[in-house]
């Protein structure tokens, strides 16, 4: 289920994470080593706040002040535990160029009439796992990825393996275990595997988590190639 935050939400978030990084001397931690690990039990206690609630910034603008403000980024590391972290120029958010949104439009004419499904919502509201479902069924992604095989191997949440990764900004190997990973979908070929976030709407950025996370997970998985996709659409039109 997505968390959708308001104004107040991100109040409560910007005043429950100041008085955390006070508590903790968070920003003496970011000077040296530029790291420091916490737990879900230690932000409940000190915040008051839901753990899953503080943690999750998926883009920049969902960042706590005293984030946006001393560079500090986030990744779960296990379940119930993170790392903050130095990451001063926001590594670990993959930035929208211009030039990304102003690559000619291909046009795509589906191979199926679309229409003859009565559950095919047509000009109404796509949910994601809608708007993945008829760019298969269209022959969309068969026709994106070049590949004639497709099949749909992974959906939903799952606890990951043991992976690890270099922060952006410090020198630290980060491993991680038995955190949750979701996946829109994941399709197989022959030799690939095709991992996809989907959105609704144009987006700035997005935390690499998203597919970051999955990525490590099932290249440890499989020896096929993994591909990684981050999937936009607007009003049933599939970018």
């Not at 753990?51 to 946006?68: M, N, V, Y």
């Not at 095919?120 to 068969?142: H, K, M, N, V, W």
Request: hydrophobic share 30%; charged share 25%.
């Amino acid at each position: 289920m997505s968390i959708i935050y308001g104004r107040e939400d991100m109040t409560k978030n910007n005043v429950a994470w100041e008085k955390f990084i006070n508590e903790k001397k968070v920003l003496e931690k970011m000077y040296s080593p530029g790291f420091q690990y916490i737990s879900a039990q230690e932000l409940n206690e000190i915040t008051g706040r839901e753990p899953r609630l503080l943690a999750k910034q998926d883009s920049l603008s969902d960042r706590p002040q005293g984030f946006k403000e001393n560079n500090i980024g986030i990744f779960p590391v296990k379940n119930g535990h993170y790392i903050l972290f130095r990451d001063k120029d926001s590594k670990s958010y993959y930035k929208f160029s211009d030039s990304d949104y102003s690559l000619p439009i291909e046009t795509y004419q589906s191979k199926v009439d679309l229409l003859k499904y009565d559950s095919y919502p047509g000009s109404q509201y796509l949910s994601e796992s809608q708007a993945i479902d008829f760019a298969y069924l269209s022959s969309l992604l068969r026709h994106f990825t070049n590949e004639k095989n497709l099949s749909l191997a992974i959906r939903g949440r799952l606890f990951s393996g043991k992976f690890d990764f270099l922060l952006p900004d410090v020198n630290h190997k980060v491993e991680v275990s038995s955190v949750q990973i979701e996946v829109d979908a994941g399709y197989e070929s022959d030799n690939c595997i095709y991992l996809i976030e989907a959105k609704i709407g144009k987006r700035d950025d997005f935390h690499i988590r998203q597919l970051y996370y999955p990525y490590l997970e099932w290249s440890h998985k499989s020896k096929k190639k993994i591909v990684p996709i981050f999937f936009i659409y607007s009003n049933s039109r599939y970018y």
